[in-house]
Each structure stands twice: as structure tokens, then as C-alpha cells.
């Protein structure tokens, strides 16, 4: 099992930057690959931004792409995604999630394990 919790989540206006965290507890996390998702209201939760288990790979939706990074310290057990230049469209409820298996999935239904999702808010 797979426990995750995120923070850092919040209200920013339009152009700032927040930092999501997710902490990590349960199975190796070095070896499953990490993804961020995000839902907004009345939408389909919808991928992010995943990083594989060593770090080495990272891909992006391509509505974030240049904006968000995503990292992760698996000393820490923990991954992040750093995001910039937010817009309003990017308000969302943001959610980690760690997958079973192999390399680094983008579907929402390959992840088994989800946090309670922490809320980011940009005004404009």
C-alpha cells in the first residue's frame, strides 16, 4: 500500500507561482513512477505531469508544459511540482498519484494510489 498526502495548494493571482508537495509512506517509492493530476469543476480529472522512479523521465500535459516542473527526492519520499506563470484556467483541485506499473503513464486508470488532492485557486 501507498499512502499520499499533498499540501501547498491555495489562492494566487494570475501569474504567481505555488509549489504542490506530496509526501509519500508504504511501498518503495523510489521504484513507481509519480503523476500529478488536476480536476476542475464539472470536468474529468486530467493528467499533468508524471516523473519515472529514478527522476530520469518527466512528461507534461501540454497545457503546462514550459510553465510546471515536476521533481522529486526520493530521499524524502516526496515529489513536487513546481508551478509558474498561473493562469486562471489552471484552478483545479491537484491531486498525486503513484502507479504499480511500468514506465511513466499518462491515464488516470493506470494509478492506483491517490492523495486527498489539495486546491489551487488562481484569480485573474
Known amino acids: 500500500q501507498v499512502q499520499l498526502v499533498e499540501s501547498g495548494g491555495g489562492l494566487v493571482q494570475a501569474g504567481g507561482s505555488l509549489r504542490l508537495s506530496c509526501a509519500a509512506s508504504?511501498?518503495?517509492?523510489?521504484?513507481?513512477?509519480m503523476g500529478w493530476f488536476r480536476q476542475a469543476p464539472g470536468k474529468e480529472r486530467a493528467f499533468v505531469a508524471v516523473?519515472?522512479?529514478?527522476?530520469?523521465?518527466?512528461y507534461y500535459s501540454d497545457s503546462v508544459k514550459a510553465r510546471f516542473t515536476i521533481s522529486r527526492d526520493n530521499a524524502k519520499n516526496t515529489v513536487f511540482l513546481q508551478m509558474n506563470s498561473l493562469k486562471p484556467e489552471d484552478t483545479a483541485v491537484y491531486y498525486c498519484?503513484?502507479?504499480?506499473?511500468?514506465?511513466?503513464?499518462?491515464?488516470?486508470?493506470?494509478?492506483?494510489?491517490w492523495g486527498q488532492g489539495t486546491q489551487v485557486t488562481v484569480s485573474s
Open positions: 498519484a503513484a502507479t504499480a506499473l511500468l514506465g511513466v503513464p499518462k491515464e488516470v486508470y493506470k494509478y492506483s494510489y
Open positions: 508504504g511501498r518503495t517509492f523510489s521504484s513507481s513512477a
Open positions: 516523473i519515472s522512479g529514478s527522476g530520469a523521465s518527466t
